[in-house]
Each structure stands twice: as C-alpha cells, then as structure tokens.
C-alpha cells in the first residue's frame, strides 16, 4: 500500500488531500507577516505550511549574485541582496517552527543546497521539499536522501526518465519519498498542466505517493487532480494578490485556499466505494420519480392479463417495470380497480 507519513499524518490512497500552502518568499521578510500567512493557512484548512531556504552565496554563481536586479518586484538593488533580504535565518525559524506548533500545522521547506538542507535537519523539520530544478541535482538527492527526512520531489521540467533516476538515486537509502507532476510555468495554462502523468507516475511508482504541484490560476485542477490519484496538493499562498513580489498574482488568497480544501474534502466523500447501490438518501426522489405496474381498467377475477391491461405509473412503490413481461399472461384472483397497484398476491 502506498503511504507516506509526515508528523504523524497518514497520508495514502485512503486519506483526504495532504494540502501545502506553499508560502514561500511571500512574508516579504518579515516573520510577522510569515505568522499571519500561518494562520490563515491553518483556518483555511491547509495541513501544512512551507518556506524557501537558500544558502544564497553558495547557491549563486558570484556574477548572478551582483546581477543588477531593479524592477517592481526586487528587494534589493542586485540579485543576490534580493534574495538576502527575504531569507530567514536560524532564529526566525526556529520562532516561525515554535508558532507553527502552537497552531498545529506542519512547518517546513524547500532545500536549495546542501547547506540549506543541513540546515532543515537540524531544525528537525518532518519532511524536505525539493524543487523542479534539483530534479536533476544527483548529489543534492543524495545527500537530503542520507538525512532520512521524508522528501516531496516536484518534477516540472523533466521526462519520466529523470523521475527515475531521481527515484534511482533515493531508494537505496530508504528514504520516504512522494512525487508531484509539476509544469514550471507561472502560472500554467490549463492545457500545459498534462495531469494524466498523476496516473504514469502511480503506475510507474505502485509504492509511492504522488500529488500535483499546482500553479494553475485556480482551483479547479487540484479536484481533477485527487480524483487521479493524487493526495498531495501542493499550491502557493498568499494574503493579498497585490503584494510585492512575483508570486503574489498567480497564488490563492484564503477564500481561495479554503475553497480548494473544502472541494478536495468533498471530492474524497464524493468518490465512494464503487459499489452501485440504492442509498437511503435517493428513497424520497425515487418514490416520486420511479413507475410501478398498475391496473389500466378495472379487471375482474379469472381475467388473464394483456399488455393492454396494465399500465406503468408513478409512484413507484409497486411491482416495478421490469417485471411487465412477467405479470402480462397471469390469471387475476380477484378483481383490480382501476390505477390500483398490481401485487404479487393478485395474480396466479
């Protein structure tokens, strides 16, 4: 059975929707800002929260970090001061990681580098996210893999092929691992989102749990995506659509993220067991809407019944219609009145 458990949530074939709001660099670098995309993460029912860290001089090539990075989005003259002044250090982690605690979700985030993800284990996050881009990172994988940390693996980007080598270089650590298909647009279109690779991935992977992260401009796709087989949804979070910053347009404001969740919860509920059955709750419907078999003209006893004789009438609390062929050439034993239901009793 496919499962995966991240600080004691089960999450499998059988479970509601694992749902990550995906915050980010959307605090804008400000942990009190980070608090209270938290807790509106956890009212609208997310089960988890997640960062971004980057270990930024080591990630950068020297010429990216003093790239010149000046426009409506950027939070520091070049790249590199950018991406420093959104990053969170030690102890705002550890104040975010103790907040978390105190709403009970989960907190924890994406490793970039060898240096951030070191940093993640010692935090004793439960789990590590890896991002599309370090689908192709062999000693990144196996290095976070050697951590023992439950990962969940974006694969925007990539072919099968690079999923599992990915795969290929996690296994023999036996380390928990979850797949998301992913494209790296932002935000997708709907017809880039290819969710049948939902479906490749639980063929490919019968022992994994696989999910989606999502980037399209709406909610719709993550239902469509759990009714596949996914049961992680990962989607990025924001408070307001108008912030600073590239990822505030295309991420779910908490009216958004709420209805999301309600849906995934109904989609579950909704799936059933596939078992055709007649449920209690269709009783009053199928009372009004279905037909019975009833007398078309008043019949006396002895009288043999015809086609003619009987009539298929609602409501539909009689002998149903599919037993017509079956009534038609029995002998009455008593007399029917018209539009009076036929039984089994009537008849020989």
């Known amino acids: 059975m496919r499962e995966l458990v991240i600080d004691s949530r089960v999450i499998n074939d059988d ?40 270990d930024n001089r080591t990630l950068f090539t020297t010429d990216m970090y003093n790239k010149p990075y000046e426009h409506r989005n950027s939070f520091g003259r070049t790249y590199g001061e950018h991406r ?29 580098d060898i240096p951030s993800a070191d940093f993640l284990a010692r935090l004793d996050v439960p789990a590590i996210k890896v991002a599309s881009g370090d689908l192709h990172n062999v000693p990144l994988l196996r290095h976070l893999a050697k951590l023992g940390k439950p ?11 690079d999923v599992q080598r990915a795969y290929q270089v996690i296994a023999p650590y036996h380390t928990p691992v979850a797949f998301l298909q992913c494209t790296a647009i932002y935000p997708a279109e709907a017809q880039d989102m290819n969710l049948r690779t939902i479906a490749t991935f639980r063929e490919t992977f019968p022992d994994l749990v696989v999910g989606l992260s999502d980037h399209y401009n709406g909610i719709a796709m993550a239902v469509v995506a759990y009714v596949l087989g996914a049961r992680i949804i990962e989607k990025h979070f924001t408070l307001n659509h108008t912030w600073k910053g590239s990822d505030h347009a295309m991420s779910l404001e908490p009216i958004g993220m709420s209805k999301m969740v309600r849906d995934l919860h109904r989609a579950r509920s909704a799936m059933g067991d596939g078992v055709k059955r007649v449920l209690p709750s269709e009783h ?61 009793d009537d008849v020989e």
């Open 84 to 112: 420093e002044n959104l990053e969170f250090g030690w102890d705002e982690y550890r104040e975010l990681q103790d907040y978390a605690a105190e709403l009970g979700i989960a907190f924890f985030s994406t490793a970039f």
């Open 284 to 344: 009053d419907a199928l009372f009004k809407m279905s037909k019975a078999l009833y007398a078309a003209h008043d019949l006396p006893a002895g009288h043999v019944l015809t086609a003619a004789d009987v009539a298929v009438k609602s409501p539909g609390d009689g002998i149903l219609p599919y037993e017509f062929d079956s009534l038609v050439g029995r002998r009455l034993r008593k007399p029917i009145a018209t539009e009076q239901k036929f039984t089994w």
């Open 15 to 54: 479970s509601d929707c694992y749902v990550i709001a995906e915050i980010g660099h959307n605090h804008q670098g400000e942990v009190q800002k980070a608090k209270e995309l938290f807790l509106a993460a956890k009212e609208c029912g997310a089960d988890a929260v997640k960062l971004q860290k980057r």
């Open 151 to 161: 990962l969940i693996v974006s694969t925007g980007g990539g072919t099968l092929a």
